[in-house]
C-alpha cells in the first residue's frame, strides 16, 4: 500500500471536499522541496493545503469547488498573488486519465497525471541500475532543458520495488539515481547542478502485491524507477 502520510490535515480536508462533491482543485504551485511556512502567507494567502504526488513532489492546493466557474476565479487570484503557474484540476478527468483502480487522492497522496513529469521517469530491469537506451535517451531531453538555462538544477529521486529488504532496496535507488546523475556528468552537466534523494521501496506508485499477499509484476515494474525534477532558482517545477 502507497504509505507516505505527509500532512495529517490534508487527508482530513480532501476528505471533507470529496464527500460535498467538490470536483476541483486550485493548485497553487508544486515544488521540489516544501516551502517554508510564512511563503505563501507573504504573497496573502491565509489558507492552503498541501499534499505529495506519486512522483514524490510537493503540491500546494487553494481548495476545492463545486463548478469550474468558482475554481477559475481562486486561479486567477493564485495568478495575480504571484503563482504564473496556478492551475485548476478536474477531478473526473484525472479519474479517467488515471484509471478506474487508480484514486485521485489516497492515504495522504495526490495521484496527478502530469505528463511533463511523467516524461521524466526513467526505468529500470529487475534488481538492476544500468540505464536501458530509452532512459538514455529521457536524460538527453533532459540535458538539455538544463543546458538551455543555466539557473535550473535537477532533483533525481531513486526507487524501488518492494522485493528484497529495505536495506538492500536503499542501496540500490541509490545506484539507480546515481547511474543517472553519472551519465549527465559525463554529457558535462555540472554535478553541483545535481542532487539526490533515495526513497527506495516506501513510495510505490502502485501496490508491489495484493492484500492476499499475491505478486503484481505489473506494478513493480513501474516502481522501479528514478524521477528527475528539474526546477528554477526558487524551487519551482519546470
Known amino acids: 500500500m502507497l504509505a507516505r502520510i505527509f500532512s495529517i490535515t490534508a487527508v482530513l480536508l480532501f476528505t471533507a471536499f ?3 462533491g467538490q470536483e476541483f482543485r486550485v493548485q497553487i504551485t508544486a515544488r521540489a522541496e516544501p516551502v517554508p511556512a510564512d511563503y505563501f502567507k507573504q504573497k496573502g494567502v491565509e489558507k492552503y493545503i498541501t499534499s505529495t504526488d506519486q512522483l514524490g513532489l510537493y503540491r500546494y492546493f487553494a481548495g476545492a469547488y463545486k463548478t469550474r466557474d468558482e475554481a477559475e476565479k481562486v486561479k486567477k487570484s493564485m495568478i495575480e498573488k504571484g503563482f504564473p503557474y496556478a492551475y485548476v484540476i478536474d477531478l473526473e478527468e484525472q479519474r479517467i486519465l488515471c484509471g478506474a483502480g487508480c484514486p485521485y487522492f489516497r492515504n495522504g497522496m495526490v495521484y496527478v497525471q502530469d505528463t511533463s513529469q511523467m516524461r521524466r521517469t526513467i526505468y529500470f530491469d529487475f534488481g538492476r541500475y544500468s540505464l536501458t537506451p530509452d532512459s538514455k535517451a529521457k536524460l538527453l531531453e533532459v540535458l538539455d532543458i538544463m543546458r538551455s538555462n543555466p539557473k535550473y538544477r535537477l532533483k533525481l529521486l531513486g526507487h524501488t520495488d518492494a522485493v528484497g529488504s529495505a536495506k538492500a532496496n536503499a542501496v540500490l535507488a541509490a545506484n539507480r539515481a546515481r547511474s543517472a546523475r553519472n551519465y549527465l556528468i559525463a554529457k558535462n552537466l555540472r554535478a553541483d547542478r545535481m542532487y539526490i534523494q533515495v526513497v527506495g521501496e ?12 499475491e505478486d503484481l509484476p505489473e506494478n513493480r515494474r513501474f516502481n522501479r524507477r528514478v524521477v528527475l525534477t528539474v526546477f528554477d532558482e526558487s524551487g519551482e517545477i519546470k
Request: avoid cysteine.
Open 18 to 20: 470529496i464527500a460535498r
Open 202 to 213: 516506501a513510495e510505490p506508485i502502485g501496490d508491489n502485491q495484493t492484500i492476499d499477499g
